[in-house]
């Protein structure tokens, strides 16, 4: 005699079972597919234009930051901003006291520059105004 509730029970048992790897496979799925499609970026309306609509000119953020070459010649030391050149830490100090402080300055020295160079045009950074002083070594 053939016992039919015994292959019910062992029927049962199998239809409810769920596989577990491929469950893992589903989550892991979704998960990657959420992870790909959210946006994880600032919506537009919320970045600053590059147009000005008003006042001109040319914004603080838009400005490079001042450098001052520091060298060392025979006559001393040297504080070059650009084309011009200054030989002492009073008048580096008043030559940046003319120059917008909003955007900093860096300090850039040769080599041979002794530190006590950078240390002056820090200083002359630091009583002409400026917040943002920073020391950049050269690139070559």
């Known amino acids: 005699m053939i016992s039919f509730g015994h292959k019910r029970a062992v029927r049962a048992r199998r239809l409810g079972a769920l596989?577990?790897?491929?469950?893992?496979d589903v989550v892991f799925l979704l998960l990657?597919?959420?992870l790909v499609t959210s946006d994880?970026?600032?919506e537009e309306r919320r970045l600053p234009s590059?147009?000005?609509t008003e006042g001109?000119?040319?914004?603080?953020?838009?400005?490079?930051p001042q450098i001052i070459d520091v060298s060392a010649d025979t006559g001393g030391l040297r504080f070059t901003i650009?084309?011009?050149v200054v030989r002492d830490q009073e008048s580096l100090k008043g030559l940046l006291g003319r120059l917008p402080r909003e955007p900093g300055v860096a300090v850039r020295a040769d080599p041979d520059a002794p530190v006590r160079g950078v240390?002056?045009?820090l200083q002359a950074a630091k009583d002409a105004g400026?917040?943002?002083?920073s020391y950049v070594p050269r690139a070559d």
């Open 19 to 24: 596989p577990l790897i491929s469950l893992i």
């Open 32 to 34: 990657i597919y959420f």
């Open 40 to 42: 994880f970026s600032q």
């Open 50 to 52: 590059a147009v000005q």
């Open 56 to 64: 001109g000119g040319v914004r603080a953020v838009e400005l490079q």
């Open 82 to 84: 650009g084309q011009v």
């Open 119 to 121: 240390a002056m045009a």
């Open 130 to 133: 400026f917040e943002k002083r």
